[in-house]
């Protein structure tokens, strides 16, 4: 089990003061006019954040420097930390409520050929047939659906899965990069016996369950074969991808459970064998003899 890094309640405290929320709004606004030269006087700072109070500018300050904000020569810039606190902000993760949908999408459920649903809500992109199999579930900032169609929406909450995914094979999770559990094992979906992948951050409980095919698209040797034959999987939506169907899938060690995979396009058949933690370990192709 692994503990808290000291200090992680601190980080919270830090930031849970409008004073020093105000100080680093004025610092994103100052990186937005000016990319090349991001930092602010002390003096510019305060007037900015609208303080009047020189000490009591100084006090807040002082509880973000090092922490998100830099001082340099040129004054008092973002740092790392800084930046990416902005980013979640900026992306409403914790502020804006907004939802779309549901909207029916142009698929049919692989489990039971009903129409499929898409919608937003809480945070949650979830698409799911007209009976109840839920086909996609992933969360997505308020702030990123904003302005967007639902259609966009999933169009970037897809990407963002397969980018998750390539992450999580890694053992990095896509969350906290801090480090994952992740293995290939047999799941129930829609009351099936299916080959799935499941991940578990140690550090920040980030969990997700994805069918054990899913993880070809983190395989380049695949994509480039997808390629070859006109077909870019990256830009399906995960849930209808059908090249990596179940019965393209065979278990051929089940402890550690390591699976290969066989796609054929246009008589060129892919063959992977995926180890237990979901990496393409071997690929070969081939084409059927005339
Ligand atoms: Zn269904
Ligand atoms: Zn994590």
């Known amino acids: 089990m692994q503990q808290d890094a000291p200090g ?68 008092y810039q973002l740092n790392y930390a800084g930046r990416e606190v902005a980013g979640a902000l900026l992306s409403g993760a914790y502020s804006v409520s907004e939802s779309k949908g549901p909207t ?28 109840d199999h839920t086909l996609y579930r992933m969360g997505f ?15 970037l909450s897809s990407r963002l899965t397969y980018r998750d995914l390539e992450l999580t094979i890694e053992g990095v999770c896509p969350e906290c990069y801090g480090a994952v559990d992740r293995s290939l094992c047999e799941t129930e979906v829609g009351g099936e016996q299916r080959l799935g992948f499941e991940t578990q951050c140690e550090r920040c409980g980030m969990r997700s369950t994805s069918s054990a095919g899913a993880c070809l ?44 995979a066989s796609v054929t396009l246009d008589g060129e058949t892919f063959v992977a064998t995926l180890d237990e933690h979901g990496r393409t370990v071997s690929t070969e192709r081939s084409t059927a003899a005339e």
Do not use: M, Q
């Not at 049919?108 to 937003?120: H, N």
């Open 8 to 75: 992680d309640a601190a980080v919270f405290d830090v930031l849970g003061e409008e004073t020093r929320l105000a100080i680093l709004s004025a610092l994103v606004e100052r990186r937005r006019e000016s990319p090349s030269d991001p930092a602010l006087s002390f003096s510019a700072l305060r007037e900015r954040s609208g303080v009047r109070d020189s000490g009591r500018f100084n006090y807040h300050l002082g509880r973000l420097v090092d922490r998100f904000v830099e001082k340099s020569e040129s004054g």
């Open 104 to 131: 029916e999408l142009d698929d049919d459920c692989p489990f039971c050929d009903a129409s499929v649903l898409a919608g937003y809500e809480d945070g949650v992109v979830h698409v799911r047939c007209g009976n």
């Open 141 to 155: 900032p308020p702030g990123a659906a904003a302005d967007r169609s639902i259609a966009r929406v999933l169009a």
């Open 217 to 260: 698209f983190a395989s380049p040797a695949f994509v480039a074969f997808c390629a070859d034959h006109g077909l870019d999987p990256r830009e399906h939506h995960p849930w209808t991808f059908d090249v990596v169907d179940d019965e393209a899938l065979t278990v051929v060690e089940d402890d550690p459970l390591c699976v290969r």
